[in-house]
């Protein structure tokens, strides 16, 4: 294990993430939010499926013995992908991240509704503070004069709604994946 190694890797990864965010904002302004979903997909699935190919490991990636549950889990994830480019496309980059971070308190809520976790009192806790939080991030969307605008086509509401949903559909994911998983 080489811990150098690992926290370089995370640096950079970090760093690609946040060039990818600036990218997605810069070119969803000037571009519908599907073409630049789709093509950050393709140019994604290239290094991935190429790393895969030289391991040896494609056709293990490929296989599956729940084709429906995994169908499933894609379907949530590129309508998370949509919901959260539509967001950084239409909201400043502080605040699409902020309630983009409320994905996991809605996957501790699904993990007890959908799977039957026991959640404990402080888990529920920390769920509401989460949320509370999230509702100082939207208090200068859900003004009154900002639903006003919203009405006559304010983009920085539905950028509110598109994060929320994908906060929501990312945890969706998760807790597919974790059912796939067992």
Same mark, same amino acid.
């Given at each position: 294990? !080489? ?5 370089? *890797?995370?640096?950079?990864? +970090?760093?690609? *993430?946040? %060039?990818?965010?600036? @990218?997605?904002?810069?070119l969803g302004a000037r571009y519908p939010v599907g073409q630049v979903v789709?093509?950050?997909?393709? *140019? $994604?699935i290239i290094p991935v499926v190429l790393v895969y190919a030289w391991r ?17 889990? &894609? ?7 949509? *919901? !959260?480019?539509?967001?950084? $496309? ?19 809520? @699904? +993990?007890?509704?959908?799977? !039957? ?9 920390? %769920?509401?503070? &989460? ?13 009154? +004069?900002?639903?006003?605008?919203? @009405?006559?086509?304010?983009?920085? @509401?539905?950028? %509110? ?8 559909? !990312? +945890? ?11």
């Amino acid at each position: 294990m !080489n811990t150098g190694r690992g926290i370089a *890797f995370k640096l950079i990864s +970090a760093a690609l *993430f946040a %060039v990818m965010q600036a @990218l997605i904002r810069y070119l969803g302004a000037r571009y519908p939010v599907g073409q630049v979903v789709f093509y950050r997909s393709v *140019f $994604a699935i290239i290094p991935v499926v190429l790393v895969y190919a030289w391991r040896g490991e494609l056709a293990a990636v490929v296989r599956t013995e729940r084709p429906l549950g995994q169908a499933g889990r &894609g379907v949530l994830s590129i309508a998370g992908m949509f *919901f !959260n480019f539509g967001a950084v $496309a239409r909201l400043p980059l502080v605040e699409s991240n902020a309630i983009a971070f409320s994905s996991p308190l809605f996957t501790v809520a @699904l +993990a007890a509704l959908v799977l !039957n976790e026991r959640v404990r009192v402080y888990r529920w806790s920390a %769920v509401v503070i &989460g949320f509370v939080g999230v509702l100082v991030v939207l208090s200068p969307h859900i003004s009154g +004069a900002e639903l006003t605008a919203a @009405l006559a086509g304010a983009t920085s @509401l539905v950028g %509110v709604i598109c994060a929320i949903c994908g906060s929501v559909t !990312n +945890a969706g994911t998760a807790i597919q994946t974790r059912r796939l998983a067992e």
